[in-house]
C-alpha cells in the first residue's frame, strides 16, 4: 500500500525533519488508524509512503472525556488548553459560551490545526471533536453523558474520584475568568450536574480545563 504526503506534509517531512528514502515513518487518519511506513520517494512536494503495518484503533481508550469549556479574551490561552487537553487524550471540545464569557467566537480552522498539530506530537490517532461555539444552556439541556460535572470555585463540591468510575463517559464544564454565574449553577444542578473542585488553588481557566482532563485520564490509567 503506498500514500503520498501532501504538498506541506511532504515540504515539512523532507526539508525541516529531513528524512530520506528508507527513513521510518508514522501517519495517523484521526479516526484511530495508525500506519507504520517508510519513505520510498523523497520528494519536497510528493513524498512517497509505503505502508508495511496497519494498526486499527490504536490505543483507544475504553472511557470518553468530554470538556466544555470558556473561550478565553487571550486566544492563545485558549489554545494551549487545545494542545496540551490533545496531548493528555480528549475525545470532544466544546467552546462553551456563559453569561460571563468575554470572548463571542473562537477560530474553528487554525484550532483544529493546532489540534492536529498536537496529536503528531504524541502519537494520538484519533482527533478530538471540536464542537461550534454552544450556549451554556443548549448544552446541559442535551448533554448524555453518564457522569456530568462542573467544576467551579464556591459551595459544596465533590472531588472528581468521589463522583466518576473509571470507564464512565464524563462531561466536565469550566467556566470562564470570573466563573459561572449563580443562576448558571442552578440550572447545571437542576439537569442533574454535579459540582466538583479542582483543589484548594484558584485556576486560570485554561489550567482548569487541563487538570480536569488529567483527573479523568489518571482515574482511567491501569497498573
Known amino acids: 500500500m503506498e500514500y503520498f504526503l501532501s504538498e506541506d506534509e511532504s515540504k515539512h517531512a523532507i526539508r525541516v525533519l529531513r528524512m530520506n528514502e528508507g527513513d521510518p515513518i508514522y501517519l495517523v487518519d484521526g479516526k484511530g488508524t495508525f500506519f507504520e511506513g517508510v519513505i520510498a520517494n523523497a520528494h519536497p512536494k510528493k513524498c512517497q509512503i509505503?505502508?508495511?503495518?496497519?494498526?486499527?484503533?490504536?490505543?483507544?481508550?475504553?472511557?470518553?472525556?468530554?470538556?466544555?469549556?470558556?473561550?478565553?479574551?487571550?486566544?492563545?490561552?485558549?489554545?494551549?488548553?487545545?494542545?496540551k487537553a490533545t496531548e493528555i487524550g480528549i475525545d470532544a471540545i466544546t467552546p462553551l459560551f456563559c453569561k460571563r464569557t468575554e470572548k463571542k467566537s473562537f477560530n474553528m480552522e487554525r484550532s483544529n490545526r493546532i489540534i492536529e498539530s498536537a496529536m503528531k506530537q504524541s502519537i494520538k490517532a484519533f482527533h478530538p471533536v471540536l464542537n461550534p461555539l454552544t450556549k451554556f444552556d443548549d448544552l446541559i439541556n442535551r448533554a448524555g453523558e453518564e457522569v456530568k460535572m462542573v467544576a467551579c470555585c464556591e459551595g459544596e463540591r465533590q472531588l472528581i474520584r468521589d463522583c466518576y468510575q473509571p470507564?464512565?463517559?464524563?462531561?466536565?464544564?469550566?467556566?470562564?475568568?470570573?466563573?459561572?454565574?449563580?443562576e448558571e449553577m442552578i440550572s447545571a444542578k437542576n439537569t442533574d450536574f454535579i459540582p466538583v473542585t479542582l483543589g484548594n488553588s484558584r485556576l486560570r481557566t485554561e489550567t482548569a480545563g487541563v487538570a480536569a482532563c488529567h483527573s479523568i485520564q489518571f482515574l482511567n490509567l491501569k497498573p
Do not use: C, M
Not at 51 to 70: L, T
Open 50 to 83: 509505503i505502508v508495511q503495518k496497519i494498526i486499527e484503533d490504536y490505543e483507544k481508550r475504553n472511557y470518553f472525556i468530554h470538556i466544555a469549556i470558556s473561550p478565553l479574551k487571550h486566544p492563545d490561552r485558549f489554545e494551549w488548553f487545545l494542545e
Open 167 to 182: 470507564g464512565q463517559k464524563a462531561l466536565i464544564l469550566i467556566g470562564p475568568e470570573g466563573d459561572f454565574t449563580e
